[in-house]
């Protein structure tokens, strides 16, 4: 079981520098879909059968998998583009920085106190590392479409840690910031929408002449 | 004749040199060839078992210290090395920096040769705190008037004058070093492995490492390094790349064999060996000028060096033996060899300038028609530093990459730094390639780029000897290492006698001396038959064809500044490459050029504003120093009201 | 010592003649893709044995080394050639650290095939030759830590020890890694074009471009050699021969490399060549995966 798991997260992981790596937005819009599918499959593989979990599970996938991605790129194509062309932090530069975070975060998980049964899987430094990788997205892109995309893949690593208490915590919780999210891509698709018809443009550097 | 005997005739030749450089030229050469020749006969002897080590003590007194002289395995691996470059550098000189070329400072240059000889014999002899640091001193000063021999160019002066600044940084590092050495060891400047078991000497080994380190060139502390080099005579600046920054090396083997280490040692010293062989070959790869190039280069090869002595701190503080020795024997037997290709380099850039006279790799070309034996020589070199088999630079180097590959295999916690730095330099080594490919090519091949390039001449019999026998030095290790193991062995049971070893070679460097062997005669034998084969099939010479262009000029070649574009650009953060570009306009545009410049990112971009705000506050503190006597009675006063109130202080508490 | 010779030699000729093959087979799928006939399988062994009797052009500019330096880069990779193990064969020699030999072996051959494309002052080979050192950079990077993480999975140091084992969690990775290193070292399609006549373009066979007979045929044996190097090491670095009998793994061996090359005609057919400013970043690819693999070993030597 741990052996399948890990793999999954060994993917997701993999999935990470391409979204890291690729310039293009659709690519990077696919890796964070994916990388949602693969995540919104493993509860299912930790624990046993139950209807509640199944049902969050179905739900997790689809928002993250097909609806929040079928949003992204409505704003796309509304929006009108498709490359980040001038990124803060180059492509190669952000993969290596990914690569590095990644054995970084391998590292780190070593020498935290985990639970015994935590020790041996890739849970920790998934999460880690998805964050990691979020934040180098937030803070390289300049356009918001791959900034949401950065945001959304924050999230996923978030989602990872919370998979380590999924004993203790109710997915509840979970269902609500699916809910959360699905309502703030809608509303940043909207936004996206609306700004690129007032300026030509969705460079966020340029937003910050917007005061009051 | 014994150890103590050759070292006598040795100094004694050296001093007589000294006397009678100045006037007799071809005197002081006899002199210096059989001062060195005794210098590398003692070391061997001691090197190759015949002595353990040879020691005496005098029973008078010098400064106040009684003088302690020590001949062990570790100094005689670097006295071979200083013999066989004094020897081949003073040779160098004879027609390179000769009495009728420069009439008033050849007679300067051989009389500072010998005091630079001597001086560097007596730092790697003396086991006295005190008398180190005096020789440590005027080796210094020695180097510093060999640098600035050509004293009129103003070039020369700042790079003189950087270098003398940046050594007295080291120095007063070492001076606090030994002093406190001195302190903790009740009073003793004596020095050898006896410090061994004073644990609190190990926080001292800092202050050691930035005060060699300095002299060492070691990244980043390597900014006296590049100018230096590349203004002094070429003679000189083999004997500083060769040697001078080697004896940086010494003092590191040296002192972390004697003193106890703190336990970041090791990872704090292969780190900075993995980043100065990185970035030193990148800034090497992207310099125009010939010799700063091969300056640069001297940066990776100490990073390489101390990768390797790195890894042997860290294996001894993990207590592995096996792969330590490994990564120790490769970096003492690189500290040879860079010697020895480096020196044979800077021959090379010696003669194409003396030929040219100027080392600015896009004004030169096409010269292996003129100076064919340069061209050879200079290629056996570049292939020798570049690692690449089988010549003795792979050697060394493959050495080093035995030692970290065991230690990743170990599985230990040294593992961590060893795979990183495994990698770190093999991209360096890449680098390496394309930076002696780029000097090789765009100096010896091609077309002549300008008029005085195009009427070279061949270098004399005097300066292709030295070269020759360099050379021959670089094939020989490459082909026969296994011969050189028993050297490297008694070194490393020197350095840590816990490290001793006798049997067989751990490393298969028979077979891998059998496999260059084989290698070389093939690679001979494939050469000959190609030629033949073309020959007889008829050899035609015609333009180079250039797509149908049929007048290609010698400005069309490649440069060194395109050469480097690519993998320039991906250290652009680090090289900052300053470009100053005038466009073409119009029709039929008269002038367009574009001229880059890789500046000292550490000197310009870091100690320079450092040391710029440094002179804006003593600027500011001067002001009080205005000449006038009767503001320093009113400092006085103060001063010692300053004093009343303090003591008025004390004494109410 | 007769059988060791008699083995030598063997060894030795499979190289030597099996390696034009590989060029001929992918030129074939590629025609196979593109609905034409192409030519024909053994069309290099024709132009090898062409080129062996053709006289030379030197440039006026070329020093002898022109035809030295390809001399040598044969032998530097026939040399890294033998020290590789092929399967059930085992290898001619092998010793502790024989893998850094073969890897320096090749940097020595770019040496001299670069060294003599400088030799001719064109600007059209220095544009290769500066292509050509500066993406070793980052291959070579992808090498080391490709062994370097085959030599930490199996605790061994010779090419004979780090190939016959499995290769454990990081095949997948490694195979990827390996693989694209194959196409830059061998300028294939996503780095260069073999087929393309736009010297602009192209890494390698800029480099050559005023070679002629003789010197000719010896550079484009050695590069079809490298191809067949880099082919032989994938496919041991990935597929355990050492686990199957001698026979399955002379099999595995031969299909491995036959799928190789199969698998190299299919990426140039299916493919364009990339523009230049992405082949770092392909390359960075490629040293990722291959670092991950050493993470992957490193784990479970460490487990």
């Known amino acids: 079981m741990t052996g399948t798991l890990n793999l999954m ?169 699916l809910l959360d999210l699905t309502v703030g891509v809608f509303v940043i698709g909207i936004i996206v929408d609306h700004i690129q018809r007032a300026f030509d443009s969705l460079d966020t550097r340029k937003l910050t002449v917007l005061r009051e | ?106 007679g300067r240059g051989r009389l500072w040769w010998s005091a630079l000889v001597l001086m560097m014999g007596l730092v790697l002899t ?112 083999a004997m500083l790349s060769g040697m001078a920054l080697k004896m940086g090396i010494y003092g590191l083997v040296r002192f972390s064999g004697w ?204 300066m292709l000897g030295p070269m020759l026998a360099l050379a021959g030095a670089c094939v020989t290790i490459g082909l026969a290492p296994a011969y050189l193991w028993p050297v490297v062995a008694r070194v490393c049971a020197t350095w840590n006698p816990a490290w001793a070893f006798t049997g067989p070679a751990p490393a298969p460097l028979a077979t891998l001396g059998a496999v260059h062997v084989a290698l070389a005669v093939l690679a001979l034998a494939a050469a000959a038959g190609l030629w033949w084969r073309a020959r007889a099939n008829g050899l035609r010479h015609g333009l180079t064809w250039d797509c149908g262009y049929a007048a290609p000029t010698a400005r069309m070649q490649y440069t060194g500044g395109s050469f480097a574009g690519i993998a320039a650009g991906w250290f652009g953060w680090l090289l900052q490459t300053e470009a100053s570009l005038h466009r073409p306009r119009g029709l039929l545009p008269e002038r367009a050029h574009r001229v880059e410049r890789v500046p000292e990112t550490v000197l310009e971009r870091l100690i320079g504003p450092v040391a710029a705000g440094a002179l804006r506050v003593s600027t500011a503190v001067r002001r009080l120093q205005h000449g006038r006597l009767q503001a320093y009675i009113l400092y006085l006063v103060v001063g010692l009201a300053a004093l009343g109130v303090l003591v008025f202080l004390e004494g109410t508490q | 010592m007769t059988i060791t010779i008699l083995g030598f030699a063997l060894r030795l000729a499979l190289w030597l003649l099996l390696a034009p093959l590989l060029p001929g087979l992918i030129n074939k799928v590629k025609a196979w893709v593109a609905g034409r006939r192409g030519p024909p399988v053994l069309q290099l062994y024709y132009d090898l044995a062409r080129l062996w009797r053709k006289g030379v052009v030197l440039s006026t500019l070329a020093s002898p080394g022109f035809i030295i330096a390809p001399a040598v880069a044969w032998v530097a990779l026939v040399g890294a050639a033998l020290l590789l193990p092929l399967g059930p064969g085992g290898t001619a020699l092998s010793f502790r650290g024989d893998v850094l030999l073969m890897i320096y072996l ?69 195979a990827g890694g390996l693989f694209t290193v194959l196409l830059a070292e061998n300028c294939r399609v996503p780095f260069d074009d073999p087929n393309t006549h736009l010297e602009l373009t192209m890494i390698h066979e800029v480099m050559v471009l005023d070679h002629s007979g003789p010197p000719l045929a010896a550079i484009l044996h050695g590069a079809s050699v490298k191809l067949l190097l880099f082919s032989v090491l994938l496919v041991q670095a990935v597929i355990p021969l050492g686990d199957l009998s001698p026979l399955a793994a002379g099999g595995a061996l031969a299909g491995g490399v036959l799928v190789v090359t199969i698998g190299v005609g299919l990426v140039e057919s299916l493919l364009a060549r990339f523009a230049f400013r992405q082949v770092p970043f392909l390359l960075t690819l490629a040293f990722l995966l291959c670092l991950f693999a050493l993470l992957v070993a490193w784990k479970g030597g460490a487990a």
């Open chain 1, 9 to 177: 997260i060994g993917l997701a992981m993999g999935l990470n520098l391409m979204a890291l790596g690729s310039s293009r937005m659709p690519s990077l819009i696919r890796a964070m879909s994916v990388q949602g599918v693969v995540l919104g499959i493993m509860p299912l593989l930790m624990e046993h059968f139950a209807w509640p979990l199944t049902l969050i599970a179905v739900a997790t996938v689809a928002v993250k998998g097909f609806i929040i991605p079928r949003l992204l790129q409505r704003a796309m194509r509304a929006a009108n583009i498709d490359r980040d062309m001038e990124p803060l932090i180059g492509f190669i530069p952000s993969l290596l920085l990914g690569a590095g975070g990644t054995i970084a975060a391998m590292a780190l998980a070593r020498s935290l106190p985990l639970m015994p049964e935590h020790t041996g899987s890739l849970l920790v430094p998934g999460a880690l590392a998805s964050v990691l990788t979020g934040f180098v997205l937030l803070i390289g892109r300049t356009k918001a479409i791959s900034q949401v995309c950065g945001y959304l893949i924050l999230e996923n690593g978030i989602y990872l840690f919370g998979l380590l208490l999924i004993k203790a915590t109710p997915l509840m919780v979970e269902a609500g910031i």
């Open chain 2, 1 to 106: 004749m014994t150890v103590g005997s050759l070292l006598s005739v040795a100094a004694a030749g050296l001093i007589a040199g000294m006397a009678l450089g100045l006037r007799r030229p071809r005197l002081w050469l006899g002199l210096t060839l059989v001062a060195t020749a005794a210098g590398l006969a003692a070391a061997l002897v001691v090197l190759l078992g015949g002595v353990p080590a040879w020691e005496w003590r005098g029973e008078f007194l010098i400064g106040g210290e009684k003088p302690h002289l020590l001949l062990d395995a570790i100094s005689a691996l670097f006295l071979a090395l200083l013999s066989v470059l004094g020897g081949a550098g003073a040779a160098y000189s004879r027609d390179y920096w000769s009495d009728t070329d420069y009439p008033k400072s050849a």
């Open chain 2, 126 to 237: 003396s086991a006295n705190g005190l008398h180190f640091l005096f020789g440590w001193e005027l080796f210094t000063v020695a180097a510093y008037f060999l640098i600035t021999l050509e004293n009129r160019r103003r070039r020369v002066r700042s790079a003189g004058w950087l270098y003398l600044a940046a050594s007295h940084v080291g120095t007063l590092c070492l001076f606090a070093f030994f002093a406190l050495v001195a302190e903790r060891t009740s009073g003793s400047w004596d020095l050898g492995p006896h410090l061994r078991a004073q644990a609190g000497l190990a926080p001292l080994f800092w202050l050691a490492l930035v005060g060699f380190g300095v002299k060492a060139g070691m990244f980043p502390l390597h900014v006296w390094l590049p100018s230096a080099h590349a203004n002094a005579p070429s003679h000189v600046s």
């Open chain 2, 259 to 462: 003193l106890p280490l703190p336990p970041q040692a090791g990872w704090v010293v292969i780190g900075l060996g993995a980043v100065g062989a990185l970035f030193g070959i990148a800034f090497a790869f992207a310099q125009n000028d010939f010799k700063r190039l091969l300056a640069y280069c001297s940066v990776e090869n100490i990073g390489v060096i101390l990768v390797g002595l790195g890894g042997a701190m860290l294996a001894a503080a993990h207590g592995d033996i096996a792969w330590g020795r490994l990564a120790l024997a490769g970096a003492l037997l690189h500290i040879w060899n860079h010697g020895l290709f480096k020196a044979l380099l800077f021959f090379g850039a010696g003669s194409v300038l003396h030929a040219t006279g100027t080392r600015e790799m896009s004004r030169l070309g096409g010269l292996w028609h003129r100076m064919p034996w340069t061209a050879g020589l200079f290629t056996l070199g570049a292939v020798a530093v570049s690692g690449l088999p089988p010549l003795n630079g792979f050697v060394s180097e493959w050495l080093v990459y035995l030692g970290l590959f065991e230690a990743g295999i170990t599985h230990g916690p040294a593992a961590w730094a060893a795979m990183p730095v495994a990698i770190v330099l093999g991209m360096a080594g890449a680098l390496a390639l394309a930076s002696f490919v780029k000097a090789g090519t765009l100096v010896f091949c091609g077309a002549p780029r300008t008029k005085r390039v195009a009427h070279a001449h061949e270098a004399g019999p005097w």
């Open chain 3, 106 to 174: 090749l940097a020595l051959a770019r040496f001299c095939t670069v060294w003599a494309a400088m030799e001719t002052g064109s600007a059209f080979e220095g544009m290769g030759s500066v292509r050509e050192v500066s993406y070793a950079v980052l291959t070579e990077a992808a090498i080391i830590a490709a062994v370097l993480s085959l030599c930490v999975h199996t605790g061994g140091l010779s090419l004979a020890t780090i190939l016959a084992p499995a290769a454990g969690a990081g095949a997948a990775l490694l």
